[in-house]
């Protein structure tokens, strides 16, 4: 919701407004410190009653020093995003003994985006090949150390829309070698085919990094060669619109509670939206407009389970993962539900949230 008469007389694409918003939340804005953090305060006024809470900062750092945060106070509510340490220090009881922790299944999905518009990429054999060629089984186990859940189609697993009978592509790299011979691979670049994937600058290191380590490995056995280049992330997201790229890396989030995967996919979206494949196919164009049409959910979950289909058979963006999201804050913190901060959070959220007195 936004407020008409603040934007009188000005660009709503460049006003100064869209960095101070105004809202009708439980907090309101107070401060951005660009690239440091946002001040938030409680809202007097807000409908259900002002918050509990005060304040509330959210600091912006490195998802790998957040554990580091939380310890030395700097944080009262942290992301573990390291496997290890969730493996780790995150279950001695030293630390359990100071903080609450909880592991949820997340509204997201990683993927690696295969530009359905390049060269050999344009062939979904191509495409195929390349996914039974990276070891995703692998990557979950000893990578995320069991922390996420393997994914066939462009759903999250905390929706309804994905037909459960459709299991993701095993590791095969027989399989891809194959296919990659049916597409007259084996002929281009010396028998080499070069494959770059593009990833924000923030993924370097680890759980990234051994990640890419494994999948190197398991393509170079059936000749392709895997460089990664990292880039800011205005340079990123030029390039993922301008669909300069072989390959990207992102996870994927839902803007609305609703399992439709249209944006990703719909060939409407290759020009100015987010479906940066560019893949098209009627067929799947079709499916996505009848569901959207739908009023009834046994429709549009067949009309989804059409899609899923046909999504397994054409592979124009490789499933890697599900994660889950591993938290931990301070035990002052009272009635905190991690999915508060999720992408969809549920009413009423962060508003419940209080702090306990110093010995309670």
């Not at 410190?33 to 912006?60: C, H």
């Not at 891809?176 to 028998?191: D, I, M, P, W």
């Amino acid at each position: 919701i936004v407020p008409r008469h603040a934007f009188v007389d000005q660009d709503f694409r460049t006003s100064e407004l869209n960095r101070a918003p105004i809202g009708t939340g439980p907090f309101r804005f107070v401060r951005w410190v660009q690239a440091r953090s946002i001040t938030l305060e409680a809202n007097p006024t807000y409908w259900m009653g002002r918050p509990k809470l005060d304040r509330v900062e959210v600091t912006f750092l490195p998802l790998d020093q957040q554990l580091r945060a939380l310890r030395d106070g700097k944080l009262d509510f942290a992301q573990i995003t390291q496997p290890d340490d969730w493996g780790g220090e995150v279950q001695t009881p030293e630390f359990r003994s100071a903080y609450e922790t909880a592991a949820v299944a997340a509204s997201s999905f990683s993927v690696l985006a295969w530009n359905c518009q390049r060269g050999l990429l344009a062939d979904k054999r191509v495409r195929t090949a390349l996914t039974s060629a990276l070891n995703r089984p692998r990557v979950i186990e000893d990578v995320m150390k069991g922390g996420a859940r393997p994914v066939s189609g462009p759903f999250y697993t905390t929706m309804w829309g994905a037909d459960p009978d459709i299991a993701p592509l095993p590791f095969d790299l027989t399989k891809a070698a194959t296919l990659l011979e049916q597409a007259g691979v084996a002929a281009v670049a010396s028998k080499r085919l070069p494959l770059e994937i593009l990833a924000l600058e923030g993924r370097r290191g680890a759980p990234f990094d051994q990640m890419m380590a494994i999948f190197r490995n398991d393509l170079e056995v059936v000749g392709v060669d895997l460089k990664v280049t990292f880039l800011a992330p205005a340079a990123f997201v030029d390039r993922l619109h301008r669909h300069d790229f072989d390959a990207a890396f992102y996870g994927w989030y839902p803007d609305i509670a609703d399992p439709g995967p249209a944006a990703l996919l719909h060939s409407a979206q290759i020009a100015d939206g987010t479906n940066f494949a560019g893949y098209a196919n009627p067929a799947v164009d079709r499916l996505l407009e009848a569901a959207d049409r739908a009023t009834d959910r046994a429709a549009r979950k067949k009309a989804f389970f059409a899609v899923h289909r046909i999504f397994h058979e054409d592979q124009p963006y490789t499933v890697l993962y599900a994660p889950e999201s591993h938290f931990a804050w301070s035990r002052r913190l009272r009635q905190v539900n991690p999915i508060d901060v999720d992408a969809l959070p549920p009413f009423p959220g962060v508003h419940g949230w209080w702090v306990a007195k110093a010995g309670a």
